[in-house]
């Protein structure tokens, strides 16, 4: 260790809206570490050129953000035992020996904000929208949680299939029965970009929707979204993408800064006034 300030940052292409320096440069002032988070623009074409250059910027480690997160997975090193399972890598640790570790915190990410926000609840027959990279984290952190079916619906149905043979344990259902999959679940997951600002919002019948479910939206701009209302409209607690964001995180900056960071209300206040309308 020196006592020069520590280095990490966040890869994406494009980055300039991305909320994770403004969540951890909050980190870095609250204890009081000397260390930069910085946006890094990286095309894709030199994502390796940009992740075996950290050791030698004197880097910590980085978050990778889209369209990154697979092809990271391929440049590790070695593989952190979820990132392993899901194919996917959203933090880079630089080991001591120059090395880079690959791991993916969206799930812990999902999990935490689900144990934060929805105390006491236990996932048991779940539904869930969505085939792509989040989804796939969101399927595997499920799985740690004991739940015990996962109904997987997406638009193109060969990607549900794809996820399904590729994890396990999930039960594709078809786009069209939707609504009618939402009967006896006690979760309810939006992972599709469907309702995030610009994109059309989720067509989705709650009414067979248990009323003591939770619904779970990974959309958190905006953070209540049409499908988090409707939920609410039947009696469904409701839980927002922020939280999620926040504590995926948390286990980079506890790497790289060494302190493990809380997620607490003044922090989601000061990411939330980022977001660009
Ligand atoms: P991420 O890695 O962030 O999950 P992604 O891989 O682009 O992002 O996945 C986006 C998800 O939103 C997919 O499940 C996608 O469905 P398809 O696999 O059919 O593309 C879903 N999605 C995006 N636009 C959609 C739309 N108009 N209707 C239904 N689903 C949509």
């Not at 996962?150 to 549900?160: D, P």
Request: charged share 15%; proline share 6%; with cysteine.
């Amino acid at each position: 260790m020196t006592d020069s300030a520590a280095l990490a940052g966040v890869m994406g292409w494009p980055i300039h809206h991305s909320l994770s320096p403004r969540l951890h440069g909050w980190w870095l002032q609250h204890y009081g570490i000397k260390g930069h988070y910085v946006p890094l623009p990286v095309a894709p074409e030199k994502l390796e050129q940009a992740l075996r250059a950290l050791p030698a910027l004197g880097f910590a480690g980085c978050n990778v953000t889209v369209p990154h997160k697979e092809n990271a997975f391929a440049l590790m090193d070695r593989h952190g035992a979820t990132a392993a399972r899901i194919g996917s890598v959203n933090t880079v640790v630089v080991e001591a020996d120059g090395s880079l570790t690959g791991h993916s915190t969206d799930g812990i990410g999902f999990t935490n904000s689900l144990r934060q926000e929805a105390p006491g609840f236990i996932p048991g027959k779940v539904m869930l929208l969505g085939a792509g990279g989040a989804a796939r984290a969101v399927v595997d952190a499920l799985q740690q949680l004991g739940a015990t079916e996962i109904r997987l619906v997406n638009r193109t149905q060969e990607r549900a299939e794809q996820v399904a043979t590729e994890l396990g344990g999930v039960t594709v259902v078809n786009w069209a029965e939707r609504s009618e999959a939402l009967r006896e679940v006690n979760l309810v997951i939006n992972s599709t970009s469907l309702g995030l600002i610009g994109q059309p919002p989720l067509d989705l019948d709650f009414s067979p929707l248990p009323a003591d479910a939770v619904a779970y939206d990974i959309v958190y701009n905006p953070l209540e979204t049409a499908f988090l209302k409707q939920a609410a409209a039947v009696g469904a607690r409701t839980v927002s993408g922020i939280g999620m964001l926040l504590h995926q995180a948390a286990p980079g900056f506890a790497s790289w800064f060494g302190t493990t960071p809380e997620v607490t209300p003044e922090l989601r206040q000061h990411v939330l006034a980022g977001l660009t309308p």
